[in-house]
């Protein structure tokens, strides 16, 4: 079994080598919260075991409750506390390659881990000799940017951000749950407008969850920027994201009318490329023009 951290009821892989964890944008794992410094903690995997240690944070690191000094053997299960992030150790070390290769392998392993930013908002005392200085607007850029060894990490990494938004909405925190997400989805969109390839799982994941957005914040932004988004990379919207654009639109006060039609307009264009079911679900979108001028 290999080395994972569980946070926030999410499972990340950590990889041979180092693993950093703070609020910089270079951390692994990069968390929002006020108590934790920018490079915080160290993670270390290697054939002998799994070792944290505290990179000179100002609140220290807590293994199962007690606060470390020096560097720390870590065990299955073990509890990690950085700020008021919880986390714990899963898994063991096994080596999936020779020793006289292990050396290339960590490499490898190292250059495709990716950056998670986790937003979690708290109050309190942050670091006295650190100021922020925007770097987790960087992390979730570099969240959806970093090259993925596996076609779906980015998917994968938006459903982590995603996950922690659903909760709050579910908590009716919905000005929270907008900020969570905000970064992330504009990243994206900004990508699509540089012309930048954007896979159309995470095109469909990112609409998802801007439909949620403007069902709960009744803003048309949201509904926008989904016909925005899909107009520049040509995508079709899938049928249930249209279904549920229609109960959205019910709710939002307004949405610009000149995205939604240049939308219509693109997806036309193919019309009789299109199969029967493919038809159907533009004639939905057709209802949403129509839907969307009575507002």
Excluded at 140 to 162: C, F, M, Q, W, Y
Aim: glycine share 8%; charged share 30%; net charge negative.
């Amino acid at each position: 079994m290999g080395i994972r951290l569980r946070y926030l009821a999410h499972d990340l892989e950590v990889p041979y080598g180092e693993f950093v964890i703070g609020r910089s944008a270079d951390c692994q794992l990069s968390l929002d919260d006020p108590l934790v410094s920018r490079r915080h903690g160290l993670l270390t995997v290697s054939d002998k075991g799994v070792t944290i240690e505290d990179l000179g944070s100002r609140n220290g690191v807590f293994v199962n409750g007690v606060r470390i000094t020096g560097k720390k053997s870590l065990a299955d299960q073990d509890r990690i506390t950085i700020g008021s992030q919880e986390m714990n150790l899963l898994g063991t070390v096994e080596l999936a390659v020779s020793p006289n290769k292990t050396g290339n392998a960590w490499a490898r392993q190292t250059q495709n881990a990716r950056t998670v930013d986790i937003v979690e908002p708290l109050d309190g005392d942050g670091d006295d000799d650190e100021e922020d200085d925007g770097t987790t607007a960087i992390a979730s850029r570099r969240l959806l940017h970093e090259t993925p060894s596996h076609p779906d990490k980015r998917v994968n990494a938006l459903s982590l951000i995603g996950g922690v938004a659903d909760k709050a909405l579910a908590l009716g925190r919905v000005d929270e749950a907008e900020r969570i997400l905000h970064r992330s989805l504009t990243d994206i969109l900004v990508r699509a407008r540089m012309g930048a390839e954007v896979q159309p799982e995470l095109a469909a994941k990112a609409c998802t969850y801007a439909a949620r957005l403007a069902s709960a914040t009744s803003r048309g932004a949201w509904v926008d920027y989904i016909f925005e988004l899909n107009t520049r990379l040509g995508l079709l919207l899938p049928g249930p994201l249209v279904d549920d654009l229609y109960t959205v639109l019910r709710k939002v006060k307004s949405v610009d009318m000149t995205i939604l039609r240049g939308y219509l307009k693109r997806i036309r264009e193919r019309a009789d490329e299109r199969s029967p079911a493919e038809r159907f679900i533009l004639q939905r979108i057709e209802g949403l023009e129509r839907l969307g001028a009575l507002k």
